[in-house]
T-cell receptor
Framework: GQQLNQSPQSMFIQEGEDVSMNCTSS?????WLWYKQDPGEGPVLLIA?????ELTSNGRLTAQFGITRKDSFLNISASIPSDVGIYFCAGLNSGGSNYKLTFGKGTLLTVNP | NAGVTQTPKFQVLKTGQSMTLQCAQD?????MSWYRQDPGMGLRLIHYSVGAGITDQGEVPNGYNVSRSTTEDFPLRLLSAAPSQTSVYFCASSYYIHQPQHFGDGTRLSIL
C-alpha cells in the first residue's frame, strides 16, 4: 500500500526557534493534511492542502503542497511550549474506489521553555 | 455540538472476549472510519464507511467487524480479542471522503 515517510521522527528545540518537518511519498496524493495530537487526545486538523504548489498559513503554521504532489512541508515559526505534541502528515486520494487516508508515523516535538 | 464521541475511553479485556467500541457523530457526516494507533506505527486504517449501509476494509481489517446502520453511528466489533489488538483506537468522520476528518478522543484498549 501507499506509505508516507515523515521526518524527522523527533525534535527537541528551544522556545522561540522555528521548526520544519516534511513528508514524502512514492505515490501521488490529491490532498495533504497536517494534524497535531496532544497526549491522551485525538489528532486535530491544523492545515489542509488541496492543490499542488499551494502554500497555506494558519497563524504561526505554514504548510505547502509539493509541486510533484508527492511531498508536503510544515513549518512552525517562533515555537512556544504549547506546540509540544506529535505532528502527523496525511495524504488522501479519492479517485475510483480508493477512499483511504494514509498517515505518516509522526514527528514528536518537544519545546524547551 | 459534541463532534465525534467514542465510548468507552478505557477498557481491559481478556483474550477471547468480545467487545464493541462505540462511535457516534452529530455532524451529519457521511464518511466515518476507524484507526488504531500503536507506538512507532502512526495511525492505521481498520475499516471505513462512505455512508449508511456501506463499509469497506482498510489497511489492517483482520479481527475486526463494522456495520453502518445509521449515518450517526459506526461501531467497531472485536469478535475474539487477542493481545495483538492492544492499542488506542480512534474514530473519525467527515462530510465526504475528500474532506479532512475530525477525530474522537480515542478508546484505550488493553487485552490480557
Amino acid at each position: 500500500g501507499q506509505q508516507l515517510n515523515q521526518s524527522p521522527q523527533s525534535m527537541f528545540i528551544q522556545e522561540g526557534e522555528d521548526v520544519s518537518m516534511n513528508c514524502t511519498s512514492s505515490s501521488i496524493f490529491n490532498t495533504w493534511l497536517w494534524y497535531k495530537q496532544d497526549p491522551g487526545e485525538g489528532p486535530v486538523l491544523l492545515i489542509a492542502l488541496y492543490k499542488a504548489g499551494e502554500l497555506t498559513s494558519n497563524g504561526r503554521l505554514t504548510a505547502q503542497f509539493g509541486i510533484t504532489r508527492k511531498d508536503s512541508f510544515l513549518n512552525i515559526s517562533a515555537s512556544i511550549p504549547s506546540d509540544v505534541g506529535i505532528y502527523f502528515c496525511a495524504g488522501l486520494n479519492s479517485g475510483g474506489s480508493n477512499y483511504k487516508l494514509t498517515f505518516g508515523k509522526g514527528t514528536l516535538l518537544t519545546v524547551n521553555p | 455540538n459534541a463532534g465525534v464521541t467514542q465510548t468507552p475511553k478505557f477498557q481491559v479485556l481478556k483474550t477471547g472476549q468480545s467487545m464493541t467500541l462505540q462511535c457516534a457523530q452529530d455532524m451529519n457526516h457521511e464518511y466515518m472510519s476507524w484507526y488504531r494507533q500503536d507506538p512507532g506505527m502512526g495511525l492505521r486504517l481498520i475499516h471505513y464507511s462512505v455512508g449508511a449501509g456501506i463499509t469497506d476494509q482498510g489497511e489492517v481489517p483482520n479481527g475486526y467487524n463494522v456495520s453502518r446502520s445509521t449515518t450517526e453511528d459506526f461501531p467497531l466489533r472485536l469478535l475474539s480479542a487477542a493481545p495483538s489488538q492492544t492499542s488506542v483506537y480512534f474514530c473519525a468522520s467527515s462530510y465526504y471522503i475528500h474532506q479532512p476528518q475530525h477525530f474522537g478522543d480515542g478508546t484505550r484498549l488493553s487485552i490480557l
